[in-house]
């Protein structure tokens, strides 16, 4: 079965551009989660969905920074006017969501590596 | 806010040499997981563990939660240039399907 996948895997964005990063979960998968990577660093936490609705956006750093999920299946994480700091590592993660601890498991997706020049 | 501290943040040493990594928090966790992440990819679970002291293994690997479920440890025997990446831990605050805390992780590199 296919995994997570993301796309573009690599993007390089001029200094105020803006940038869409695409995301295709498990199929079946009800939550999905954008984590971002600095060089070096462990993920940080930026947003979740279950289904189409974001029930948590704490972690988005910026206004700049919009997820959605309108379908409650893809998930397109939007950066807007991107800065240099915005460069890193953007991981998409889903899970099945249960009572059970395997079904909590997250799968990741490879990323997208963002380069903000 | 929760964090989960890990050391050491690099490792590198010979084919067959034993190490320890430690995951440590002064927040108590539901659950704790271990990741290894290769250079291009993300992370893939290695292992879950949800009980106070319990200890489980995956071939080479042991895993340990601490009694108090704030603190975790890998210890790998005989390491092999296959472990080389990076090793992270991650928290799961309360079990309830969100968003995980993760440590800085650990490089770890094995030459043979």
């Known amino acids: 079965g296919a995994g997570v996948s993301q796309s573009p895997r690599y993007k390089v964005a001029k200094r105020g551009q803006d940038v869409a990063l695409r995301c295709d979960p498990i199929?079946?998968?009800?939550?999905l989660f954008w984590y971002q990577q600095a060089l070096g660093q462990g993920p940080e936490f930026l947003t979740y969905?279950?289904?189409?609705?974001?029930?948590?956006k704490s972690g988005l750093p910026s206004d700049r920074f919009f997820a959605e999920r309108p379908e409650g299946s893809v998930s397109t994480l939007k950066i807007q006017r991107t800065q240099q700091e915005d460069s890193a590592v953007y991981l998409c993660?889903?899970?099945?969501?249960?009572?059970?601890?395997?079904?909590?498991?997250?799968?990741f997706g490879p990323g997208t590596r963002l380069t903000v020049l | 806010t929760q964090l989960l501290e890990q050391s050491p943040q690099f490792l590198s040493i010979q084919e067959g040499e034993n190490l320890t990594v430690y995951c440590n928090s002064s927040s108590v966790f539901s659950s704790l997981q271990w990741y290894r992440q290769e250079p291009g990819e993300g992370p893939v679970l290695l292992v879950t563990v949800v009980t106070g002291g319990e200890v489980k293994k995956l071939k080479r690997l042991t895993f340990q939660f601490g009694d108090a479920r704030k603190d975790s440890s890998l210890h790998i025997t005989a390491a092999q240039p296959g472990d080389t990446g990076l090793y992270l831990c991650a928290g799961d605050p309360d079990q309830a399907g969100t968003a995980l805390i993760f440590g800085k992780g650990t490089t770890l590199s094995v030459s043979s």
């Open positions: 969905f279950q289904n189409e609705a974001q029930l948590d």
């Open positions: 993660a889903s899970s099945l969501e249960g009572f059970s601890l395997s079904d909590n498991e997250q799968f």
């Open positions: 199929s079946g998968h009800v939550s």
